[in-house]
């Protein structure tokens, strides 16, 4: 179990035992990791002020376990908090995804449904979706006129036309993310256009992706906590293990601070707090990996199938975060509305 003083007393996680003998494995199906997904929302409460603590830690440890199982549950529990805040029922044993990243040369399009109720057709191509071939259903932004809005689809409908095969990366191979065609399918909104994208929860959720970044981190810690373990003369390898665990404290302490704030209610510039928890973490997880590589050398990497995926999935999944990028945006919201107490 992922807990220390940083975070809450009545901070839960999962069932880390029952998690690693279920989903510890590399190769595990997208079926079999849904299945789980759906087994940590029933004891998982949807992200809101109040339930922060509970769902970082929850993603942490799912994540120390297999990053690709967290990187299939962070979505679904996203989902699910998304519909309730919307206050929209979620069809029993669904599956979800949310698919709002947008790409250069493509786009989704939402226009009014011709049956006279609020329904939309989208049509136009999707960039990034996430298991949309193994999925039920989606969130998916499209655009409306000038603006984007967040819609729930049923991914099981004729029109809906996911191209896994675009997905060749070695880190996640069986969660593809590759684009999706969407031909006259039929779509619901999910609050008005806009809502998706400014109400805190966007933010809250971006912290929680970055959670998982964390607890992948944390299981490969643990890695080079055991090789060094069982070589007690290695002063190199408690040199690199004293600096892992300064770099993933640094990380816990972002994450949750950020936690705290959102259970407290506090007011807070949640874009900011969010872009800086994620740069925070990556720069963290960044250089834990790079450091538990170098020290344990090739030995695990070419003879341990659960370690060299979670070295190539944790190396994919960070990149979410957009490096310079996303230190420039941090710059320019400091410049236009402060935000430090410097």
Request: with cysteine; glycine share 10%; proline share 6%.
């Amino acid at each position: 179990m992922i807990r220390s003083a940083a975070w809450p007393a009545d901070a839960t996680a999962v069932d880390v035992d029952a998690l690693t003998a279920a989903a510890g494995r590399p190769g595990s199906t997208p079926s079999d990791r849904l299945a789980l997904a759906r087994a940590v929302a029933a004891t998982t409460p949807p992200l809101s002020a109040g339930t922060a603590g509970r769902t970082f830690v929850t993603l942490a440890a799912v994540a120390a376990v297999d990053v690709a199982l967290a990187r299939t549950v962070e979505p679904h529990l996203d989902a699910l908090g998304i519909l309730a805040q919307a206050g929209v029922a979620v069809p029993e044993g669904s599956t979800w995804g949310v698919f709002a990243a947008e790409g250069p040369g493509v786009q989704l399009t939402a226009t009014p449904s011709s049956v006279g109720d609020d329904s939309v057709v989208l049509d136009g191509t999707k960039p990034w979706c996430s298991l949309a071939s193994s999925l039920s259903h989606a969130l998916v932004t499209a655009h409306v006129e000038d603006e984007r809005q967040l819609f729930a689809v049923d991914l099981r409908q004729d029109g809906v036309t996911p191209h896994d095969e675009a997905w060749v990366a070695r880190g996640m191979p069986d969660v593809p993310s590759g684009p999706v065609d969407f031909d006259g399918v039929t779509a619901a909104p999910v609050g008005g256009p806009g809502w998706y994208l400014t109400r805190p929860g966007f933010a809250w959720g971006g912290i929680g992706v970055a959670a998982c970044w964390w607890g992948g981190a944390v299981g490969l810690a643990r890695v080079l906590r055991d090789h060094a373990a069982q070589r007690p003369d290695a002063e190199l390898l408690r040199v690199a293990l004293g600096a892992v665990v300064t770099d993933l404290a640094d990380a816990e302490d972002a994450l949750a601070d950020a936690a705290a704030r959102i259970d407290g209610g506090q007011e807070t510039d949640w874009a900011l707090l969010a872009q800086t928890v994620r740069s925070r973490v990556r720069r963290a997880v960044d250089a834990v990996r790079v450091r538990v590589v170098s020290a344990v050398g090739p030995g695990p990497l070419t003879s341990d199938p659960a370690v060299a995926a979670r070295v190539a999935d944790l190396e994919l999944y960070v990149l979410q975060d957009h490096g310079d990028r996303d230190l420039a945006r941090i710059g320019r919201m400091v410049l236009e509305r402060g935000g430090v107490a410097w």
